[in-house]
């Protein structure tokens, strides 16, 4: 390159030199600077867009330690802009630039517009994957966004509640609201929307501390769920790890986006609740080597792990994929592991989030392709001072045999728990395994976390999830239903630990629907009572249907959209989530951090922990053993509490004893005399013959009915 020749002095360049850092485009009010990571490129331009579609290109010169980088002056806030990039293509060597491609920015803090899936934006000529398109992709993909605000969050601080205080609600952004009649019209499925009281009141109401968001990183559909003529709706398919998604905004996509995203947080804080983001880290959107060329392809294609070549063979172009969506991250290459480190730290100083759940993190863990409890993201986010006092969830799996991890992960990472899902599935639909199982996960599952040092909390509970039947659908169907998926049925789990109860799929018979109501208030109960965090999926409180669709990734419609209208909700249900959360939270007896022990906490008092057979005794070894029992007792004890309180005095509370009847048969049960707790009321019950209120004493009999919780707290 030849060196620059200035006319006079007062000249200057349509790009200054700029900076190398940070990543992304700075705006200042002299000139915005842009930085971009594409080591092995031989040029890069800054393409700016005006809103008639005019392209305007400006070349970075510079390039420092693999970033291209300048500044231009003069360029206003919702400026929108891409990059093109120059350099060897060479699939067969992983090489993929196209300057025909305009690329999104990997750190842009907006992004404005959506995908139009056409042959323009894959590098390479359809049915020729080794020849370079020269179709200028332009016309067809998304644009960055150059973003500045000066967001007032009014002296916010970290909400920081404890994990034992925690109640996590799962939701989607659209989902929650796009039905909601006291949500305005023009709200409705948005951030903003999210910020109502229509919304904050009714998950205080229910007794949540946190919504967990389903993706809300910038995303699109891939390209063969559009050729169905289907969107992918969950939003598990990244490719702005920055940016809040832009068709989540009520308020525009210029970069209001970010402020709206802002203002929705605000508004959940205000109202006591955290914000834990659903984040996909582990794939970006760009799929398998034959997909779409819409950003980091088109930079730097070694962000993504490769089938090991054998010894002396060349670098393999096949993609090593573990999380079944066409690519991996590899998270211990250096600047994938920036990417992910920055984009957390950015939505936790900037954005003021309180958590994350990281989508398939087994993935993100893998050290040359083997899981690594001490890998380079592990490592990294454990010491970092920003990162390490956010909530952080691993679904500890991912598409591979030895992804699964449950139990592994290493503090302060706490997990989602399947195992607790599909035991307490089977215990409500007669098919556990004994008692012994399904204790074990109302107690905490000590099994998989009392063994390094772990809590109780360190288990997320869960019965249902994003993916898999809803609540209702659980007690309704025994087979999914997906055809609307558009992939013969075939997609979506088959081990789904369902029961229709007799019938498959909605009925009118009222017996029936008793029988489907209780059984989802019991889910419900036993849910919200375990040791451990639970869990709710948005809706299941209200018998939300999918109508038996296990798998709704591409129903952006009713099927997945929660319906607010009172006519087939659960109200009961709802009745029944809504006191057990209250017990959990007005009760440190329902949700202590330390582990049981099943011995008195206090010389001569009662065990903290005691598991009683129907005849009142308490449970043996045969007891545990005994495949035909499905009626069990769980007495907590609250005098005194195992843990002390915050300064360090003894702590007292109400000792409960919880029955679980899960069989098909009402149950005699008596009631142990005992020199403790010598009378007690129902304070939560899904049978209808002992409603609350309902006194008892020691040593008398009461009868348990058929499928049922009753809870009894000492008077």
């Given at each position: ?272 609740l955290e914000v834990i983001l659903d984040v996909v880290y582990n794939h970006t959107a760009e799929g398998g080597p034959l997909g779409p060329t819409l950003s ?420």
């Amino acid at each position: 390159m030849s060196p620059r020749v200035w006319k006079h002095t007062e000249e200057r360049a349509a790009v200054w030199p700029g900076r190398n850092y940070p990543l992304g485009a700075t705006w200042s009010p002299e000139a915005t600077n842009f930085a971009v990571h594409a080591p092995k490129a031989t040029a890069a331009w800054v393409c700016l867009f005006d809103d008639e579609g005019g392209e305007q290109r400006h070349e970075l010169s510079e390039q420092q330690l693999g970033i291209w980088h300048g500044a231009i002056p003069g360029l206003a806030p919702g400026t929108r802009y891409g990059y093109r990039v120059d350099g060897p293509w060479d699939p067969a060597r992983g090489a993929r630039f196209n300057v025909d491609k305009l690329l999104l920015d990997p750190f842009a803090r907006a992004v404005s517009g959506d995908l139009v899936v056409d042959p323009a934006v894959f590098g390479y000529v359809h049915g020729s994957p080794e020849t370079r398109s020269t179709t200028d992709s332009a016309p067809f993909v998304p644009r960055s966004v150059v973003h500045h605000d000066d967001f007032d969050w009014g002296g916010e601080v970290p909400q920081r509640r404890r994990w034992r205080d925690t109640v996590i609600y799962e939701l989607h952004v659209k989902g929650m609201t796009a039905l909601h009649d006291r949500v305005p019209e023009e709200l409705r499925g948005t951030y903003a929307g999210l910020a109502t009281p229509a919304v904050t009141d009714y998950l205080c109401d229910l007794g949540v501390t946190a919504v967990e968001l389903l993706p809300v990183h910038e995303f699109v559909s891939e390209p063969g769920v559009v050729e169905r003529g289907l969107c992918n709706y969950w939003g598990y398919n990244s490719i702005g790890f920055f940016a809040p998604h832009h068709a989540y905004s009520a308020s525009g996509d210029r970069g209001q986006q970010v402020t709206e995203f802002k203002a929705m947080v605000k508004a959940f804080h205000d109202a006591g609740l955290e914000v834990i983001l659903d984040v996909v880290y582990n794939h970006t959107a760009e799929g398998g080597p034959l997909g779409p060329t819409l950003s980091f392809r088109g930079l730097d294609d070694h962000l993504y792990q490769r089938v090991a070549a054998a010894p002396g063979e060349p670098v393999s172009d096949a993609y090593w994929d573990v999380t079944g969506c066409g690519n991996t991250v590899d998270a211990s290459s250096p600047f994938g592991l920036r990417l992910i480190l920055d984009s957390l730290r950015y939505w936790v100083t900037e954005m003021h989030v309180d958590g994350f759940r990281f989508d398939l993190m087994s993935a993100l863990t893998r050290t040359e392709h083997r899981v690594d409890m001490r890998s380079h993201l592990l490592t990294a986010i454990g010491q970092d001072p920003v990162l390490r006092h956010v909530k952080l969830i691993a679904e500890p799996w991912d598409a591979s045999m030895d992804g699964y991890r449950v139990g592994q992960f290493p503090p302060p990472w706490v997990e989602w728990n399947d195992q607790y899902r599909d035991e307490v599935r089977d215990f409500w639909r007669n098919h556990s395994s004994g008692i012994r199982t399904v204790a074990t996960r109302l107690s905490g599952s000590s099994d998989l976390y009392a063994d390094d040092g772990r809590s109780p909390y360190n288990s997320v509970n869960f019965v249902t999830a994003h993916d898999g039947f809803t609540l209702r659908d659980l007690v309704t169907y025994e087979h999914k239903h997906n055809e609307a998926n558009g992939e013969d049925n075939r997609d979506g789990t088959d081990n789904n630990r369902s029961w229709n109860h007799g019938v498959e799929g909605e009925t009118d018979d009222p017996a029936l629907i008793a029988v489907r109501r209780r059984q989802a208030a019991n889910l419900m109960a036993t849910l919200c009572l375990s040791a451990g965090v639970p869990m709710i999926t948005a809706g299941d409180e209200r018998g939300r249907t999918q109508r038996g669709n296990n798998n709704a990734y591409c129903q952006d419609n009713e099927v997945s959209w929660i319906d607010w209208s009172p006519d087939d909700a659960w109200l009961d249900v709802y009745e029944v989530t809504k006191a057990a959360l209250r017990l959990r939270r007005e009760h440190p007896t329902l949700r202590q951090r330390h582990w049981f022990e099943g011995r008195p906490t206090m010389l001569d008092g009662p065990k903290d922990l005691a598991w009683l057979h129907p005849t009142g005794r308490e449970m043996g070894a045969r007891d545990w053993h005994d495949p035909e029992l499905r009626t069990v007792g769980m007495f907590l004890n609250g005098h005194p509490l195992r843990a002390p309180g915050p300064r360090g005095e003894q702590q007292h509370d109400s000792s409960f004893m919880l029955w679980f009847n899960a069989g098909w048969l009402p149950q005699a049960v008596d009631l142990p005399e005992n020199d403790w707790v010598q009378s007690g009321r129902v304070v939560l019950s899904t049978d209808a013959r002992l409603p609350v209120g309902t006194e008892v004493k020691a040593g008398e009999q009461i009868v348990i009915g058929r499928r049922t919780v009753v809870v009894l707290q000492e008077s």
